[in-house]
């Protein structure tokens, strides 16, 4: 009797639903996907290419898909989806628009050049017979130990940087573009992770590059679990990971609540205190005060090539999203973070500058100007108004290849141990290689704001729009921090040109093309922004406008 009755049972059974598929505008995501991509094809170079040959293999794959990344970006932003076409793609997982196409843009640029200091191997002196590149011959091998030196001499070298780096670029491209926090977070992690793991793979001090990765992780997790903390606290305030929703929340526009949410929907703690744990997320990656501490250290001990490409290229992404959470996501809270903001930028910009007149290392020096500088970007953050989005656009593109060509120049600077990167080692560079010198006083000039440099004009946009949008007092704090900051990067200067050079002191490396066409491109930033920066500052006008 039991098998009729199961069959009726079958045939009573309820038609199953039809789900829908997903709609991806593969297109428009296309920068990422690339870079994602080649990213995954050099995994399997690394599992299947020949030792010999994985060097070659992984620069080519790296230089074409950011270079053809970037290609996608000029191609969607000519096709009007920086402006006219704006919208939400991916089902309102990432916006196409101007901030997000401009961005991307810069993070490739940037990416490719720094990628050309990853390839560069003719800094060190050759060992048994192998050009040698910054990073460790066996990144697991022990330091110090049989197996580590076994692996210098067989040649050995560490070219999964290549993936690694295009893994931590791709993050950072949907890093800006995020439309909803969830994505917001993975895109964290897929950029964060990778940084840790380069940080850890110096060739020279390799245990001072181990701590420097173990305490970047440390406090990348704890800044991680912060970050998804407020994720949490925002989705039970407002019943939804969406930018768009959590606005409308905050507005008190939504009409339609979920009867399971509507014990906590539009609660303000949980709205205040999710938005704090995010923010404080995103100002741990672009190095605010208080949560800096990790950036001297990490940018010290990593290595060179990689800091530089830290530093540009984190700040760049990190801004990109804080900028579109608080000008989508939190509007109607400005009267509420704005006065946190206030306090932070000013900390971070009086702290930056004074903390870096005592440092002796060249590479700490640098750490602690972007401390600053993240200050000063903060400034037209605060702006709240069309003009300090687009200022900061301009800064962040003007202050990432600034700061790659610096950390660039750091590299050539050698002595027995590797890089000198103490300062006294510095004096009287200016006799020994006069171009070395000169191209780096280019470079701090540009970070110190002087005139006719790109610095200059970035630092201008953006107090003109913080002292436009009301925050007159934050910009007279940043003019007095630059010029705090202009006395340890003159210091420099007249360290390299003005003092005797050293019978021991360090030579300077006769890079390969690659490390000169970095340099070349930072030097040649830095002064078309500096003396015709109009164009680009229209650019990033045009690009000022998030889609909402």
């Not at 900390?347 to 060249?362: E, H, N, P, R, W």
């Not at 003396?531 to 229209?538: E, N, R, S």
């Amino acid at each position: 009797m039991s098998a009729p009755t199961v069959h009726s049972l079958w045939t009573m059974a309820a038609p199953a639903p039809d789900i829908p598929a997903p709609t991806v505008e593969y297109g428009q995501l296309s920068p990422t996907l690339i870079v994602i991509g080649a990213a995954v094809l050099g995994i399997l170079v690394e599992a299947f290419v020949p030792r010999k040959s994985r060097y070659y293999a992984q620069v080519f794959l790296a230089v074409v898909a950011l270079a053809a990344a970037f290609a996608a970006v000029v191609a969607l932003a000519a096709g009007g989806y920086g402006t006219t076409k704006a919208h939400i793609a991916a089902m309102g997982a990432i916006a196409v628009d101007g901030p997000a196409l401009f961005l991307q843009g810069t993070i490739l640029l940037a990416g490719l050049v720094a990628i050309f200091t990853f390839a560069e191997r003719r800094l060190d002196p050759e060992a048994h017979g192998n050009r040698v590149d910054s990073f460790a011959a066996q990144a697991a091998a022990v330091p110090g130990s049989d197996s580590e030196k076994a692996a210098v001499k067989a040649g050995f070298t560490t070219t999964e940087v290549f993936p690694l780096a295009l893994f931590a670029i791709g993050g950072m491209l949907v890093f800006p573009a995020a439309n909803d926090l969830l994505t917001l977070f993975i895109a964290l992690e897929v950029f964060s992770l990778p940084l840790y793991l380069l940080c850890a793979v110096a060739r020279r001090n390799r245990l001072m590059s181990q701590e420097a990765a173990v305490k970047y992780f440390l406090l990348g997790a704890f800044a991680s679990a912060f970050t998804l903390f407020g994720i949490a606290l925002l989705y039970g305030y407002a019943g939804s990971v969406s930018y768009a929703t959590i606005a409308d929340v905050v507005d008190g526009t939504v009409q339609k609540v979920d009867p399971a949410l509507a014990g906590t929907m539009g609660n303000d703690a949980l709205l205040l205190v999710g938005m704090a744990l995010v923010v404080m997320g995103l100002l741990f990656k672009v190095g605010a005060v208080p949560f800096h501490m990790w950036t001297p250290d990490v940018y010290q001990g990593a290595p060179t090539p990689v800091t530089g490409f830290m530093a540009a290229a984190t700040k760049v992404a990190a801004f990109g999203a804080l900028l579109r959470l608080l000008y989508v996501v939190l509007p109607g809270m400005r009267w509420d973070w704005r006065p946190v903001m206030w306090g932070v930028a000013i900390v971070t910009m009086l702290a930056g500058a004074i903390v870096a007149i005592t440092q002796t290392d060249i590479k700490r020096l640098l750490a602690y100007s972007s401390i600053a500088h993240a200050g000063f970007i903060l400034a037209g953050v605060i702006a709240t108004s069309p003009d300090g989005v687009s200022s900061v656009l301009f800064y962040l593109a003007a202050y990432s290849f600034v700061t790659i060509g610096a950390f660039a120049v750091v590299t050539l600077v050698r002595d027995a141990g590797g890089e000198a990167t103490h300062l006294s080692k510095w004096a009287g560079l200016g006799r020994r290689s006069p171009l070395v010198a000169a191209v780096f006083a280019v470079f701090l000039l540009a970070f110190a704001g002087i005139p006719l440099t790109s610095g200059f004009a970035g630092k201008f946009a953006v107090f003109k729009a913080a002292a436009e949008g009301g925050a007159g007092a934050l910009v007279v704090v940043g003019v007095l921090s630059s010029a705090i900051a202009a006395f340890f990067y003159i210091r420099v200067i007249v360290l390299m040109f003005f003092s005797e050079p050293k019978a021991d002191g360090p030579t300077v490396a006769v890079p390969s093309p690659l490390t000169m066409t970095t340099i070349g491109v930072g030097v040649a930033v830095t002064i078309v922004l500096g003396l015709a920066p109009q164009y680009f500052l229209d650019l990033a006008s045009q690009a000022g406008t998030f889609v909402r």
